[in-house]
């Protein structure tokens, strides 16, 4: 059985702990797995193409610097995650299609929901560390979310 997020930091106090609020918007509440990154702004190609990749139990943390104006997930997209077996996607940005998003068996979360679709240019990163919400998120690190939060571990070195 997974550990809670709760008893992992009062087990593991060096762990991280995200603090920004994220609302869970996915049909999966808890869900945990090893860390793969991008870095996007209002622009979605950079994280489709890494949904695109086998998911194989991973976790898509997404900075989208907090911008509330551009959705960058909706849910022909997240469909396409869960069934390439991603875990889940913590989003630092907005999304879209929130009912349906609820339905797909995938773990979501994000900063809220906005009707406006993102751009298309290609703009972003793929797998360069991330920060918000007082930590950072590393490729390779590992991850738990739950409904207490989001604890973060560095991968090992």
């Not at 209002?42 to 900075?63: F, I, W």
């Not at 995650?81 to 889940?88: K, P």
């Amino acid at each position: 059985m997974t550990p809670t997020t709760c008893d992992l930091l009062d087990e593991r106090p060096e762990l991280g702990c995200c603090l920004t609020p994220l609302r869970s918007v996915g049909g999966r509440r808890a869900f945990s797995g090893p860390i793969q990154t991008v870095s996007c702004l209002e622009d979605n190609v950079v994280m489709r193409a890494a949904l695109d990749e086998p998911g194989e139990g991973r976790v898509l943390v997404v900075d989208g610097h907090g911008s509330p104006a551009i959705a960058l997930l909706g849910d022909a997209m997240a469909k396409r995650a869960a069934a390439a077996g991603w875990a889940g996607l913590v989003i630092n940005g907005a999304v879209r299609d929130i009912e349906a998003l609820a339905e797909v068996d995938l773990g979501i979360l994000a900063l809220g929901a906005v009707p406006r679709r993102a751009g298309k240019a290609g703009v972003g990163a793929a797998g360069v560390p991330v920060s918000f919400g007082g930590v950072t998120f590393e490729p390779g690190g590992t991850v738990w979310v739950d409904a207490d939060g989001v604890v973060v571990e560095r991968p090992a070195t």
